[in-house]
Structures are given as structure tokens and as C-alpha cells.
């Protein structure tokens, strides 16, 4: 156990639709990122938090949006959704205090877009 | 962007045997790491690498970060059926940007 929570493990909704996918990071880590994992891209980078505010941002779609509140759980939007859109959704945390970063990622969120 | 090849894509072992797997990048990273995926669980990190020409032991695992800082290996000794799985090597710049780029990974697949 990484000690990162993803919650909801398993989500099927259909196109247009909205998602809000739920992280809780490991305790005393300041920093969480997202990552969508899919066949054929692989695991990439998404955002990400630093103490609730946006410090990276990867190949993050537009129809996506982020945010990390006070607390420094995180939470990944994902509105209106596509086809291929569906895929593994990881969130994960670290201290980010400088130099190198190591980071724990949480279980997954599996989304299926029908 | 940065790019990791990885490989093998894949391989199928007898209990027992060594495995090796590698990973190159285009372009320098500050920090190697390497992951091990089951089905339907998030990526666990096996052994960070911090300084080039670093080799980092867990258990039966060993990573070397390459000297050039453009590549890694990862070995394990004597593998057993719980080494299923998929590897994946990371790498990181560090500094200001921490954000992971990931390899393809390797499917292991170990025969009892």
C-alpha cells in the first residue's frame, strides 16, 4: 500500500458527460500529479499540484482541468468526455521539496467512456 | 519531447533464470527509476538511481544509472512467479521539473 487513494477504482459513463476522479495523497506530501495510462500511449504525464497550486503541466487536454484544495487532495475533471478518453487514471505524491522527487503512485481510477 | 526506449517489449523465463531489461533516452535525465505494474494496480517504485555510474541493489533487484546519464538497466536474479508482471523505467529531470517520463515497459512472464 503506497498510502495514495483513488477513489472512484472503477467509472463507466457515456460521451458528453462529466467525471470527477478523486485523489487523496500520501501524509506529508505536498505535491500530486496525474498520469493516463492507455495502450497506446502508454503512461503520460498529465499536472501537476504543489501546494494547491499548478506547478508542471503535461499533454493535458483542454476538456481537462484540475485542482488541489487546502486539505492537498487533488481532483481531475474530465468534461465533456470522448471515446478515447477511456483509460487508467493515476495519481501520484510525493514531497517535491527540490532536487529529486520521489514519487508513490495510488491504485488507479479505470474509466470506460461507452 | 523526451522519449524512453525500452526493452525487451517482452519476455517469457523459466523460474530460476536472471532477467535483464534496459532503458534509453534521447536525451540526459538526473534521476532513473524503475516501476513494477500488476494487473489492476498502480505502478510500485523497486529502486531509485540518483547519481550517474550508480548501481542500487533491492533485494534480488539491481538498477545501474548509465554514465551518461542517458540509459539504465535493470536486473533480477533468480526469478520466481511473484516476478510477474510489467516493468517500467522512468526517468525525471529534477530541478524544477519532476514530472516522470515513462518507458513502454516489459511484460514479464515467468514459467514455474
Known amino acids: 500500500d503506497s498510502g495514495v487513494t483513488q477513489t472512484p477504482k472503477h467509472l463507466i459513463t457515456a460521451t458528453g458527460q462529466r467525471v470527477t476522479l478523486r485523489c487523496s495523497p500520501r501524509?506529508?506530501?505536498?505535491?500530486v500529479y496525474w498520469y493516463q495510462q492507455s495502450l497506446d500511449q502508454g503512461l503520460q504525464f498529465l499536472i501537476q499540484?504543489?501546494?494547491?497550486?499548478?506547478?508542471a503541466k503535461g499533454n493535458i487536454l483542454e476538456r481537462f482541468s484540475a485542482q488541489q484544495f487546502p486539505d492537498l487532495h487533488s481532483e481531475l475533471n474530465l468534461s465533456p468526455l470522448e471515446l478515447g478518453d477511456s483509460a487508467l487514471y493515476f495519481c501520484?505524491?510525493?514531497?517535491?521539496?527540490?532536487?529529486?522527487?520521489?514519487?508513490?503512485f495510488g491504485p488507479g481510477t479505470r474509466l470506460t467512456v461507452l | 519531447g523526451q522519449q524512453l526506449n525500452q526493452s525487451p517489449q517482452s519476455m517469457f523465463i523459466q523460474e530460476g533464470e536472471d532477467v535483464s531489461m534496459n532503458c534509453t533516452s534521447s536525451?540526459?535525465?538526473?534521476?532513473w527509476l524503475w516501476y513494477k505494474q500488476d494487473p489492476g494496480e498502480g505502478p510500485v517504485l523497486l529502486i531509485a538511481?540518483?547519481?550517474?555510474?550508480e548501481l542500487t541493489s533491492n533485494g534480488r533487484l539491481t538498477a545501474q544509472f548509465g554514465i551518461t546519464r542517458k540509459d539504465s538497466f535493470l536486473n533480477i536474479s533468480a526469478s520466481i512467479p511473484s516476478d510477474v508482471g510489467i516493468y517500467f523505467c522512468?526517468?525525471?529531470?529534477?530541478?524544477?521539473?519532476?514530472?516522470?517520463?515513462f518507458g513502454k515497459g516489459t511484460l514479464l512472464t515467468v514459467n514455474p
Open positions: 501524509s506529508g506530501d505536498l505535491s
Open positions: 501520484a505524491s510525493s514531497v517535491a521539496a527540490g532536487g529529486a522527487d520521489t514519487q508513490y
Open positions: 536525451s540526459i535525465f538526473n534521476t
Open positions: 538511481l540518483y547519481k550517474a555510474g
Open positions: 522512468a526517468g525525471q529531470l529534477g530541478g524544477s521539473n519532476y514530472k516522470l517520463t
Open positions: 499540484y504543489y501546494n494547491g497550486e499548478e506547478r
